[in-house]
């Protein structure tokens, strides 16, 4: 059975989707903008926030931290500058961790390099998030897998090769995983997206939670994966469209991110368990619209039923059509006008046939 603790919600096929919102670095570095995202993220239904951490002095490559990064959504005169004016520390994630527990929201983060995994394990952060692009870096997977806290691992940009790869170095260490179907465009093209991937996943990994990872614009996809069996949806979040930064424009404001959260909560019941019946709501509309069996034109007492004068008519408060064998041939007590009901009772013969009914 496939089923994994996530900070105490417990997330498998029968449970509602676990919902992250992925606040990345959408904050712009300011610790108040945070704060708000995860309020307002968590009014919206979200489970989770996620933000990222990097070491990255120790991250990037000495050119590639000191590569000029002149655009329009730059914080630095270089790339490492840019990176640096995000990053929150350690007196940061504190505050933001006690006003995640404040608020009733679960806050975690993406680990991008050892040094930040440590970092996070000194935190004692409840769950583990492994970007795209380290779905090969076994090193840093076993590392983090020894931490023996739940591992959710994006697979965007990889192969089924590399995906069973990273799952065989983990699961000996760790058997709290959870597997995201992702497409590592910003954003994915709906082409491209290839959400049959989580029955591919489900199907290789029976014992594991699937989910995906959506970098998608829109909402719809995530209810797709939830029917194919995703149960955790991570998807960007922003307060603003507008605002400065490369992953603003292909991240949920809140009324997307809440009218999200409320559909796949919608889907879970609408799914029902299986059972086909027929439900209190529907009397009503199915008599009005059902049809039974009432006399084609008067009868008189004696006489025999024959098809033609059975006619089938609304609303169906009486005898249902699929009884008409069962009142051919029959013989009326009474006489009978047009349109009056044909009941077992006004038939001779009958009486067997109703009891059984009944």
């Not at 676990?18 to 670095?25: F, L, N, Q, T």
């Amino acid at each position: 059975m496939r089923k994994i603790d996530l900070d105490g919600k417990i997330v498998q096929d029968s449970s509602d989707c676990y919902v992250i919102a992925e606040i990345g670095h959408n904050h712009q570095g300011k610790l108040e903008t945070a704060k708000e995202m995860f309020r307002v993220a968590k009014a919206c239904g979200a489970n989770a926030v996620k933000l990222q951490k990097r070491d990255n002095r120790s991250l990037f490559t000495r050119a590639g931290y000191e590569k000029p990064y002149d655009n329009p959504n730059s914080y630095g005169e270089t790339y490492g500058e840019h990176r640096e004016f995000l990053e929150f520390g350690g007196i940061e994630y504190k505050e933001l961790m006690n006003y995640a527990e404040e608020i009733g929201v679960t806050m975690f983060s993406t680990a991008f390099d050892f040094n930040s995994a440590d970092f996070l394990a000194k935190l004692e952060i409840p769950i583990y998030k492994i970007a795209s692009g380290d779905l090969k870096n076994i090193p840093l997977l076993t590392h983090i897998a020894q931490f023996q806290k739940p591992m959710i691992l994006s697979t965007g940009g990889g192969t089924m090769e590399d995906v069973n790869r990273a799952y065989d170095a983990i699961m000996p260490i760790n058997q709290q995983l959870c597997i995201l179907q992702c497409t590592a465009g910003y954003p994915a093209e709906f082409n491209e997206l290839n959400l049959q991937v989580i029955t591919t996943f489900r199907e290789r990994f029976p014992n594991t939670t699937v989910g995906l990872s959506s970098h998608d614009n829109g909402i719809a996809m995530a209810v797709a994966a939830y029917m194919l069996g995703a149960r955790i949806i991570e998807k960007h979040f922003t307060l603003n469209h507008t605002w400065k930064g490369t992953d603003h424009a292909f991240s949920l404001e809140p009324p997307g991110f809440r009218k999200l959260v409320r559909d796949l909560r919608r889907t879970r019941e609408a799914m029902g368990d299986g059972v086909k019946r027929t439900y209190d709501s529907e009397v009503n509309p199915i008599t009005k619209m059902g049809k039974k069996l009432v006399a084609a034109r008067n009868l008189p007492v004696g006489h025999m039923l024959r098809r033609e004068d059975i006619a089938i008519k609304s609303p169906g408060d009486g005898l249902q059509p699929y009884e008409i064998d069962k009142v051919l041939g029959r013989v009326t007590r009474s006489e009978m006008r047009e349109d009056d009901d044909i009941t077992y009772e006004a038939l001779n013969g009958s009486e067997k046939i109703a009891g059984a009914a009944l």
